[in-house]
């Protein structure tokens, strides 16, 4: 990506930021994700060990001198009762080179909004695919949800290779089957790669049971993806989290406007406009880190400080005036509906967008997407908890946003019941 004459230390820093990386892994019940996770803190000695000690004295395996790898991940004892994992678990390792955070998604289908949550800020999916079972219903679903929240990176792990004696036409047959899937769908950055979490095959370190598997191991494909090219730095969207007013004398004319940047870059100079009122200024000063300085870009925090002293809320955006999204009062949406309580055309909820929450009301639902073939079914009466549809919502005051599809920071929206303040549903501009 060209960056408009960026200089050394604009990439340098750039780099430094992206020491993060966070993926969601998914796939049918039963088809490892847990084993996969604690495959990768075991391996990665990501472990307390007060926490394996425990694993191990409860370990189903423990007579064999092997640990339950499942346990890592399968904290709630709900979830292990059931034999199945039930909400979105999330796990923190690191090595050498990254730091990661990994969601990790439930396998059935009345989970959707589970799959969703963990899925909406990832950079990466991991698709387990049972090598015995092949692609199935559970996989179009997952992969079509990772279409429809535009995950940037998806690694298509083929799992328990060792019960299909390391097979390479097994593991070629299901390639081309997810190619097609993949295709349809319109997914790209697509790596495959033959595993077995159970036995450590091609996590950490290729293994010499795939002899005929030229790629890396899985955890070498983790550290090395470049999650830096997905940030968009030629959108520039900051919005305002605080004012800050010291209220001072040795600062008596002080204000600031601190947030992120969450695409984009700025320069002092640069000429602005605050949205949604429509006041023009100019970049006066920005503030990173305690220093001044002359440009600054995602997803660094900053203070930012205007020419003008211009009337500037929490919830605002500053942006560039060569460089605007839509401000308007009705948006269209694909709404994952959350909440046990159905919704209903002409419910009143809280939209947020970022830091700004304006009043809502849905217009209209259009229709409902099958998320097993994304066909378009008739609208329902009322939307069901995991239902995904396509909606109409309008503000109660105009909002500055993208589509999801060019700019996920700037395209995503939460529905809030006004009573409870509960996240109700997830939506994606369109």
């Not at 593991?171 to 450590?200: C, H, M």
């Not at 955890?219 to 997905?230: F, G």
């Not at 959350?338 to 967008?353: A, E, F, R, V, W």
Request: with cysteine; glycine share 6%.
């Amino acid at each position: 990506m060209k960056l408009n004459n960026q200089n050394p230390p604009l990439r340098g820093g750039l780099e430094g930021l992206m020491d993060i990386l966070r993926f969601i892994t998914a796939g049918s019940v039963d088809d490892g994700k847990s084993t996969l996770i604690g495959r990768l803190l075991y391996d990665s000695k990501s472990i307390m060990i007060d926490q394996l000690e425990a694993i191990e004295k409860q370990t189903k395996n423990r007579e064999e001198g092997e640990i339950d790898l499942a346990l890592l991940t399968d904290g709630l004892r709900a979830e292990r009762e059931q034999g199945i994992t039930i909400d979105v678990a999330y796990k923190y390792f690191s090595t050498p080179k990254r730091k990661f955070i990994i969601a990790d998604a439930p396998g059935h289908i009345q989970y959707t909004r589970n799959m969703v949550t963990g899925a909406s800020n990832s950079d990466l999916i991991i698709v387990l695919i049972d090598a015995r079972q092949g692609v199935v219903e559970q996989t179009r679903r997952h992969s079509i949800i990772a279409s429809l929240l535009n995950i940037p990176h998806i690694i298509v792990a083929i799992n328990k290779m060792d019960l299909v004696n390391y097979s390479q036409d097994v593991y070629n047959n299901i390639v081309i089957d997810y190619a097609e899937v993949a295709k349809s769908l319109g997914l790209k950055n697509v790596t495959y790669i033959p595993i077995s979490a159970l036995n450590g095959d091609n996590i950490v370190e290729t293994s010499v049971n795939f002899p005929w598997y030229e790629g890396e191991s899985l955890l070498h494909l983790l550290e090395n993806v470049e999650v830096q090219n997905d940030i968009n730095l030629t959108h520039p969207r900051f919005q305002v989290q605080y004012v800050i007013r010291p209220q001072v004398d040795e600062l008596h004319d002080y204000r600031g406007y601190a947030g992120r940047i969450t695409s984009g870059i700025y320069k002092k100079g640069d000429k602005v406009v605050v949205l949604p009122s429509g006041l023009h200024s100019t970049i006066k000063a920005i503030e990173t880190g305690g220093k001044e300085v002359a440009e600054a870009f995602a997803p660094q925090s900053i203070v930012l400080h205007l020419a003008d002293d211009i009337d500037i809320s929490r919830g605002d955006m500053i942006v560039l005036e060569n460089n605007q999204p839509k401000v308007e009062q009705e948006i269209e949406v694909l709404l994952n509906w959350m909440d046990k309580k159905p919704l209903k055309q002409g419910n009143k909820y809280l939209l947020q967008i970022g830091s700004k929450t304006v009043k809502s009301v849905i217009r209209e639902v259009e229709y409902k997407i099958d998320v097993n073939t994304l066909q378009q079914l008739p609208s329902p009466e009322e939307v069901q908890l995991n239902d995904v549809v396509k909606a109409t919502i309008k503000t109660a005051s105009p909002i500055a946003f993208d589509s999801y599809k060019q700019l996920r920071t700037n395209g995503g929206v939460i529905l809030i019941d006004e009573t409870s303040y509960v996240t109700v549903g997830a939506c994606m501009i369109q």
